[in-house]
């Protein structure tokens, strides 16, 4: 039994997904920690209601960040993490946690990489006006959304679409993706050299 450790700033959909699909019986893997640098993040009621230990770990600013991912691994290594999923955790992680965890870092982006890193990626390919979007599961490196792409599934960007019902779309996206994703990586079936595969829309 593989034991993740979620990371995540804020409403934590992505976390609840891992949740419902990964901490079942007989899952090869389960969510064994939250860990959030948001206090009012609901990522950390998700956590707490699912009876996971669950953690608020501040930081204090730009100069603080080598405290901050220490104080991090310290955690994650109490708790015997094998390895990380970062579920909408706003911040770049350095070499001081990567080197913890080398590979062994995922993260969900809600565009089809390397199109639309960063922020607002929905917004982002609204104003580019692309017919086709999706999400992508990679592995992070000390870029922005920018290290092996493990694997994306496909979203139409409809006629009348908004950021709010594109940004929707994506993340059922993502809440079926992630946890696969995650499932097999936890059964060695997933790694930087491939298999890379992808997924038409929101039915894996
Ligand atoms: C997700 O859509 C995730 O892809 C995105 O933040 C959202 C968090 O939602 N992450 C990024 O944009 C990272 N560059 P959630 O808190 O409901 O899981």
């Not at 979620?6 to 064994?32: D, H, K, M, T």
């Not at 608020?56 to 901050?68: A, I, L, M, T, Y």
């Not at 990626?121 to 599961?137: D, F, N, S």
């Not at 599934?153 to 594109?166: G, I, K, R």
């Amino acid at each position: 039994m593989k034991r993740i450790a979620v990371l995540a700033s804020g409403n934590g959909s992505n976390l609840q997904a891992l949740i419902n699909q990964l901490n079942v019986p007989s899952s090869p893997a389960e969510i064994s920690l939250v860990v959030s640098n948001v206090a009012s993040a609901h990522a950390l009621t998700r956590g707490r209601e699912a009876g996971i230990p669950t953690f608020f770990v501040p930081h204090e600013g730009k100069e603080d960040r080598q405290n901050h991912e220490k104080l991090l691994v310290q955690l994650l290594q109490e708790y015997e993490t094998d390895f990380v999923c970062l579920a909408g955790f706003m911040r770049l992680l350095t070499h001081r946690f990567l080197s913890a965890y080398p590979q062994r870092v995922l993260n969900t982006h809600p565009s089809l990489l390397p199109s639309f890193p960063g922020k607002h990626a929905p917004e982002q390919a609204l104003k580019a006006g692309v017919k086709m979007t999706g999400c992508t599961i990679h592995l992070v490196d000390e870029g922005i959304d920018t290290g092996p792409i493990l694997a994306q599934a496909a979203v139409p960007v409809l006629e009348n679409d908004n950021v709010s019902s594109l940004t929707s779309r994506i993340q059922s996206a993502e809440h079926q993706l992630y946890p696969h994703v995650a499932r097999l990586f936890a059964q060695g079936h997933v790694h930087n050299k491939g298999p890379l595969f992808f997924l038409n829309g929101c039915s894996p």
